[in-house]
């Protein structure tokens, strides 16, 4: 699809033979649609069609600087466009309803905006979401000052302090990693990044970090949704900032923050019995909040 701004981003659909609804995906920084396969053939075993998305700058979108595995953007609501045609493509497809959201990460903090801003789903699953960036209180303010001044200077393609262009996965070991428990499922996202190094990202430049950072903080003084919400945080999240996340679902009325233990950055990638317990109890809410949309109508 081309966005309203001229960019191509690529989108998935994972067909069902159910018509029980369509779930938009919407994945994090570095990631691309082949990573959530094995979790679209289950929400399609379950009767929901599934639009995935590489958000441009990432996948097999259009990269926007001249070192392509800069993690880049120009303005944050620029995703918001590349959302306008997800939903155009469920138009032209002719999708079933009603809709719903699963956000991880990054896609976390473009679905809430999305959401907020009138994005028409019955429901909402967040996972490890991007409500804040975790980064230790004495570095914070340098963060904000170099990242800010970088754009002043017009050095915002540059990579984030403690970032280059490697792939996390690519380039790093399963021991300790900041993502799973699952040695399989690591295994599985190293596969495809090492089968199609176009697909590789490596760290974000100053300029998205000064977005990122804004937007976040834009977003958290606005008003939860009324939409319900799952969202899904591992104990041992070492990436975006638990304590945002908190503060959230405990003003989100219609909201259930489960906080899974020992589990990473990436659970719907955690170990099977986590895994398992996790999709079936979103595909669960996904049908509740169906159901209730048929009674409405």
Avoid at 240 to 267: K, T
Wanted: hydrophobic share 40%; aromatic share 8%; with cysteine.
């Amino acid at each position: 699809m081309t966005t309203s701004d001229g960019l191509r981003v690529r989108i998935a659909h994972y067909g069902s033979n159910g018509a029980r609804g369509t779930v938009f995906m919407f994945p994090g920084r570095t990631e691309y649609v082949e990573k959530y396969g094995r979790v679209s053939r289950f929400l399609s075993d379950a009767g929901y069609h599934v639009l995935a998305i590489d958000w441009r700058g990432q996948g097999l979108a259009d990269r926007m600087l001249g070192e392509r595995r800069t993690g880049h953007v120009g303005v944050f609501e620029d995703y918001q466009r590349d959302v306008a045609s997800m939903v155009q493509l469920a138009d032209d497809l002719g999708l079933p309803g009603p809709r719903h959201l699963i956000g991880h990460s990054m896609g976390g903090c473009i679905g809430f905006r999305a959401v907020s801003d009138g994005l028409d789903v019955a429901s909402c699953v967040f996972t490890g979401p991007m409500w804040g960036i975790r980064i230790a209180d004495p570095v914070r303010p340098a963060a904000w000052a170099i990242s800010r001044m970088s754009k002043s200077v017009g050095l915002g393609h540059l990579f984030a302090p403690g970032t280059g262009a490697d792939s996390y996965v690519a380039s790093n070991a399963f021991d300790d990693n900041l993502l799973t428990t699952d040695t399989e499922q690591w295994d599985y996202m190293r596969r495809q990044v090492l089968a199609i190094p176009e697909l590789q990202l490596g760290g974000p430049s100053l300029h998205w970090l000064h977005e990122a950072l804004a937007e976040t903080r834009r977003l958290a003084r606005r008003p939860s949704p009324k939409q319900p919400c799952i969202c899904y945080c591992g104990t041992n999240e070492r990436i975006v900032d638990v304590d945002r996340i908190r503060s959230r679902m405990a003003r989100w009325r219609n909201g259930r923050l489960d906080m899974v233990e020992g589990g990473e950055h990436e659970i719907l990638m955690e170990s099977p019995h986590i895994r398992e317990r996790v999709l079936s109890e979103i595909a669960a809410h996904f049908d509740s909040a169906t159901s209730r949309t048929a009674l409405r109508a």
